[in-house]
């Protein structure tokens, strides 16, 4: 890791949100009309089917990433349970999910774009070769969101946030607009007459175990699959959100919730506005075709949509640049890859290098323009890696089972003094499940995939060869910080605070995973009197001491210590302490007007809270 500059705490909890929003929730835009090609009528229950996938890995994420809140998600959480190859298996599997993603959902960009300027479609000439004008136009979006990322963090958080808040607008818009003037509940169904696409579609690896609508649906629900990928983007950014133990487990549940919810809805709405068929055929485009048939106002209202589904995919296609740039920074800064890819930008912080290295692969993939082919790849990595984040979760339930969870799945058991989660277990079974649909139907995914695999893993082999080291070397786990056993939280006392109401607000708003060190901090100025100072910070430490014992005494870790200083000291020694939380206590009205302590500026990753008394 570089010593000079880190990432930047920079998201809240709205940018988490927008994040895994961003990158799941645009899928909907494209996957219902991929999804309606081979699932046909029952595509509303190859989504169902695959949001239980969806929903289970999900909430594993929740726990993980607050357990381990470092840039690399599933690469992090694997080396923990199984060391540096199975953590570098993971990293690369979703490596290979950010890269296709970054292609898939900027081809879906330009093809909405295209919709409102159809001159898009037209092929172009480039350097003598005849391209995709789809693909062209990808290609230039990922350019952009390259530039993008390189300036910063906050900068491409808050570009997703405005554009996610619009989607969300828009898509309620849609919704309601075509539930209640274009949706043909006799149309819908005689969708369910078709229980996958009776003919032999491309793409499709046939067994002829099934006839073949039925292994159709089953491609349809591992393609269903690519509209749920993409949770992990708010781990990945975890390193860089404010006050991670608050803010990741709330984003996660609120993101599930929104993108099951618009999946299932559209894809209903889909069919009993325009038919499987039609959807298939505007795979490119599904909502704006739904958008477009609302009476009056169609043809100008689908416009407006097609415009905001170019912007939502390009967010897609931004977070996938946020994604595979911290996985990569992550597997670099952890020894599994050059350390060249955990390379800072100096001023931008930044990892500049790992953003365009790997964001133009996806960007030459974009140059395609072939969706389909794409998004027939687009699981496998996913899928695997999900696989493995289930697997490791079991397993560190053991392995670090005294550590602090602010939050955890829900449904567990407790087995030989360990507690393992049903939600987990379900989330392993239904992945694997899944993957190996994956595997079995989808030859390029199955070949390319597979083959994706090997390279990583003669990459990896090649590397650690290089520096001398064993290929299962347990080099990468002594360097991932430890779970958090407690939160270190300074609790900021000023004279004249009535002590009992101190102890009050600690009781009833931190809880005892909190380790709290009692600063109290005496603000006296240079001219000050030499011994009303020293009397005045006897009296204010034998209070904190008072204080100091009654806590240990309700069973927290807790140590006091008397500052005397102005703020810029003050900062200091919250950072020599390495504390996670500064709390600040006053009554509401101090906070409400933002107060002294709302203004200060204090160290990069200490968030501040605020201890209310009456």
Excluded at 26 to 44: E, H, K, Q, R
Excluded at 368 to 397: C, K, M, P
Excluded at 520 to 527: Q, Y
Aim: aromatic share 12%; with cysteine.
């Amino acid at each position: 890791m570089s010593k000079k500059v880190s990432l930047k705490r920079e998201i809240g909890l709205l940018g988490s949100f927008s994040m895994g929003f961003a990158d799941v929730g645009a899928d909907v835009f494209l996957a219902i009309g991929i999804v309606a090609l081979y699932a046909a009528g029952f595509s509303p229950l190859a989504f169902l089917i695959a949001s239980i996938c969806y929903i289970t890995t999900g909430l594993v994420y929740a726990e993980l990433s607050e357990l381990y809140p470092y840039a690399g998600g599933a690469q992090v959480y694997g080396t923990k349970a199984g060391g540096d190859a199975l953590g570098f298996l993971m990293g690369w599997a979703i490596l290979l999910d950010y890269v296709l993603n970054i292609a898939l959902f900027s081809i879906a960009s330009a093809g909405y774009l295209s919709f409102i300027l159809p001159s898009l479609r037209e092929d172009v000439q480039l350097l003598g070769l005849e391209l995709s004008g789809v693909g062209v136009t990808a290609f230039t979006i990922v350019i952009f969101l390259i530039i993008l990322n390189i300036i910063g963090i906050k900068e491409s958080s808050d570009f997703n946030v405005v554009l996610v808040l619009v989607t969300i607008a828009t898509e309620l818009a849609v919704l309601t607009l075509g539930y209640l003037y274009a949706f043909d509940l006799g149309r819908f169904l005689e969708q369910l007459n078709f229980f996958g696409n009776p003919e032999r579609v491309k793409y499709v690896s046939y067994t002829g175990l099934l006839d073949v609508q039925t292994e159709n649906f089953l491609y349809g629900v591992t393609l269903a699959m690519s509209s749920y990928i993409g949770i992990e983007s708010i781990a990945q950014a975890a390193e860089e959100t404010r006050n991670p133990w608050k803010h990741l487990h709330r984003a996660f549940k609120i993101g599930i919730v929104a993108v099951v919810f618009f999946t299932l809805a559209f894809s209903v709405l889909g069919l009993g506005v325009l038919g499987w068929e039609v959807l298939a055929e505007e795979a490119y485009n599904p909502i704006a075709s739904i958008a477009s048939q609302v009476p009056l106002i169609g043809g100008i209202f689908s416009l407006g949509v097609a415009f905001v589904a170019f912007a939502i995919n390009m967010v897609s296609t931004n977070t996938g640049v946020i994604g595979v740039s911290r996985v990569v920074y992550s597997m670099s800064r952890f020894q599994m890859l050059p350390k060249i890819f955990s390379k800072l930008h100096p001023t931008r912080a930044t990892p500049y290098i790992s953003i365009v290295f790997f964001s133009l692969i996806g960007g030459s993939l974009a140059l395609t323009g072939e969706i389909h082919f794409v998004a027939s790849l687009y699981n496998f990595g996913a899928l695997l890696s999900y696989f493995l984040v289930n697997l490791s979760h079991i397993r560190l339930r053991k392995l670090d089972k005294d550590a602090y969870r602010n939050w955890k799945t829900p449904l567990n058991i407790k087995v030989n003094g360990v507690e393992y989660s049903l939600v987990a277990v379900v989330g392993l079974i239904s992945t694997g499940i899944l993957f190996s649909l994956v595997v079995l139907y989808h030859p390029d995914g199955r070949v390319l995939g597979f083959a994706w695999v090997l390279i990583g893993v003669a990459l990896y082999t090649f590397y650690r060869w290089v520096k001398g080291w064993g290929v299962f070397e347990r080099r990468s786990v002594e360097e991932i910080p430890p779970a958090t056993p407690h939160l270190r939280t300074a609790v900021i006392v000023t004279p004249g605070v009535d002590p009992e109401k101190v102890l009050a607000a600690i009781e009833t708003q931190l809880p005892r995973i909190h380790r709290i060190f009692l600063i109290g901090h005496l603000d006296i100025p240079s001219d000050g009197r030499g011994k009303v100072a020293i009397d005045l910070a006897r009296e204010f430490d034998r209070e904190l001491e008072i204080l100091e014992q009654l806590l240990r005494e309700e069973g927290y870790l807790v140590e006091h210590r008397i500052f005397v200083g102005g703020e810029e000291g003050l900062m200091k020694l919250l950072s020599d302490l390495s504390v996670d939380q500064a709390a600040f206590i006053a009554p509401k009205r101090v906070f409400r007007k933002a107060g002294r302590w709302g203004l200060l500026r204090l160290p990069a990753g200490v968030e501040p809270i605020y201890l209310y008394i009456d």
